[in-house]
């Protein structure tokens, strides 16, 4: 039972446009949401996060939207660099310690 | 300020065998957790050390046992290993318990045969 999905698996998108990654949940008790960013060969990167309390965050080019009642988050990256190309993880927190991911999707930024 | 660091970087054991994988934490960090990412999916969590006692446990059979040392770093030991214990094994430290500000190492490929 996937408690958080990407149904995404991949994404190509233009360098300069807009990237926009998706992410479902099921469960309602998530009080946290995390993007993490992964390049091959390396452990996962802390990118950005959002309480279940706000419906925005954003860092730079970042941002998190957070729709609640949809049970749905999404990423938005403007304007799209080439050192953006990773696979990017959606991650829910329960009550506690564990952190619950999404498949991930593959971003990739043609220059 | 180091990272997290996870020995062997890859490793191949046979069917049945027993595995120990490493870790230490990053600097100033008290708590890891151990994940497993099989190939095409996402980290599923295994469990969290804090203060060298187990603080919560994934959906994963108890031949996967962990140790925490004085000095925070880590072990993760697998028993009897079986097929699909094939995947990347990640480390994360972090200095509370909470999930947030984790940092990662860049895990350790095992492949069972």
């Known amino acids: 039972d996937q408690q958080v999905k990407q149904n995404s698996p991949s994404l190509s998108v233009q360098e300069g446009r807009i990237s926009i990654l998706n992410c479902d949940y099921t469960?309602?008790?998530?009080?946290?949401f995390l993007w993490y960013k992964k390049y091959p060969a390396e452990g996962p990167t802390f990118l950005i996060s959002?309480?279940?309390?706000?419906d925005k965050n954003e860092d730079g080019r970042f941002t998190v939207f957070l729709n609640k009642s949809a049970k749905h988050l999404s990423l938005h990256i403007v304007p799209s660099q080439p050192g953006d190309s990773a696979v990017y993880f959606c991650?829910?927190?329960?009550?506690?310690?564990?952190?619950?991911f999404g498949a991930g999707t593959i971003l990739r930024v043609k220059s | 300020e180091t990272g997290v660091t996870q020995s062997p970087t890859h490793l191949i054991k046979t069917r049945g065998q027993q595995v120990t994988l490493r870790c230490s934490s990053q600097?100033?960090?008290?708590?890891v957790s151990w994940y497993q990412q099989a190939l095409g999916q996402g980290p599923q969590f295994i469990f969290q050390?804090?203060?060298?006692?187990?603080?919560g446990r994934g959906n994963f059979p108890p031949r996967f046992s962990g140790l925490q040392f004085p000095n925070y770093s880590s072990e993760l030991n697998v028993n009897a290993l079986e097929l699909d214990d094939s995947a990347l094994y990640l480390c994360?430290?972090?200095?509370?318990?909470?999930?947030?500000?984790?940092?990662f190492g860049s895990g350790t490929r095992l492949t069972v045969v």
């Open positions: 994360a430290s972090s200095s509370t318990q909470g999930a947030y500000g984790y940092t």
């Open positions: 469960n309602s008790m998530f009080d946290y």
């Open positions: 959002i309480s279940s309390i706000k």
């Open positions: 991650a829910a927190k329960e009550y506690g310690n564990k952190l619950v």
């Open positions: 600097s100033g960090h008290n708590t």
């Open positions: 050390y804090y203060r060298e006692e187990e603080n």
